[in-house]
Each structure stands twice: as C-alpha cells, then as structure tokens.
C-alpha cells in the first residue's frame, strides 16, 4: 500500500512510523501525549504492558491491531472506542518503546493457543 510516496509494509512498526509523521504537525508533543493518556497496566507491571487510561487497552494490543485497519488511526479508534489522542498518544508510546512493544508482540505471536 502507498502513503504519500512512502511504501507502508505489513508490519505494524511500519505503518505506526509513517503515520506518527502525519501526525507531528498537528498535535500536541510527544510526552504530553504520552502523561496524558498512557498508563501502567496494575496487573502487568512494566513498560511493555502500558495501557490506555480510563480504557485499560494495552498499547501492545493497538500496535498489532494496526494491520487490520489498515493502519488507519481513526479506524483504530473507533475499533477500540477509544479518542483519537488516545490511539496517537499510544503511538507515541510505541514510537518511544518500539523494541519492547514488539517484543512483546513477539511472545503473543509466540504463545501457543488455548484449546477449549
């Protein structure tokens, strides 16, 4: 797929990054961003299980959820019925924390599935 002249590939990182760069432009900094939505996860301690506050949706879940809407941020937030400054302040987060949000994408993709 195509975005402004730049190539976004399957990979959420991808995608995440090319949108975040739409975004700089027109929305508040980074880190206000970030204190003003991103929270720890109580039950999951660590950064790599931040969550959305007020919400309780884990960054982590965003990220990989970017594919299925085709990395669109609005889709993104309906999806999830969360605000638009939340779904870019997650992004932010990632953008600040890629290597341990794909990590932990990683161990999901690598968990084996639950029978029933």
Not at 46 to 61: L, M, T
Not at 83 to 88: I, S
């Amino acid at each position: 797929m195509r975005d402004g002249g730049a190539i976004l590939g399957t990979h959420p990182a991808a995608g995440a990054t090319l949108l975040w760069r739409r975004w700089e432009r027109r929305t508040v900094n980074r880190a206000e961003l970030i204190a003003r939505y991103i929270e720890p996860d109580p039950w999951h301690p660590g950064p790599a299980d931040v969550q959305v506050r007020g919400y309780g949706v884990p960054v982590w879940a965003l990220v990989g959820h970017l594919p299925a809407v085709d990395y669109n941020p609005e889709q993104l937030a309906r999806a999830y019925d969360l605000p638009l400054e939340a779904v870019e302040a997650a992004l932010a987060y990632y953008e600040a924390n890629r290597a341990l949000i794909d990590g932990r994408l990683a161990a999901n993709a690598a968990e084996p599935a639950c029978a029933e």
